[in-house]
């Protein structure tokens, strides 16, 4: 099963994530079929923390690609403003 999901890429107590395409059976930071955008949950301005590419998204969701929970908890509150 395809998962949409983050991957870890920031360091000690700043956190980074990518937004990335991979198979469930693959772990958090290991191998991935695309990356799609990234999360960026320091900084104060929340227009700017998130960027996803939107079409590849839909492509993918569309192909029966699952979002993670917190990815989806992410989506919701972006949104809601």
């Given at each position: 099963?395809?998962?949409?999901?983050?991957?870890?890429n920031g360091a000690k107590k700043k956190?980074?994530?990518?937004?990335?395409?991979?198979?469930?059976r693959n772990p958090r930071n290991g191998r991935f079929i695309e990356?799609?955008?990234f999360l960026n949950s320091i900084t104060k301005n929340k227009i700017k923390n998130i960027k996803i590419n939107m079409e590849r998204l839909k492509y993918w969701k569309k192909t029966g690609a699952k979002l993670s929970k917190r990815l989806e908890?992410?989506?919701?509150?972006?949104n809601n403003k």
């Open positions: 099963m395809i998962k949409i999901r983050l991957a870890l956190p980074f994530y990518n937004i990335i395409v991979t198979d469930k990356k799609i955008g908890h992410s989506m919701k509150k972006i």
